[in-house]
């Protein structure tokens, strides 16, 4: 199982509600909904490595 880093966030409340609205929606924990969002907003920036990138770093 991999590590996950924790960390505190604050954010607006209304704009949580949206999140969690749509974590609802997606059958997703607003924690889950968050972590989705960062990825894919990574991969389409074109900033996320593959997996095998990351393991032939190490």
Do not use: C, Y
């Amino acid at each position: 199982m991999s590590k996950k880093k924790t960390f505190a966030l604050r954010i607006d409340p209304e704009l949580f509600k949206q999140i969690e609205k749509w974590a609802d929606d997606e059958f997703r924990s607003v924690n889950g909904q968050i972590e989705w969002m960062i990825s894919k907003s990574l991969k389409d920036a074109k900033r996320l490595k593959s997996k095998k990138q990351n393991e032939s770093e190490e």
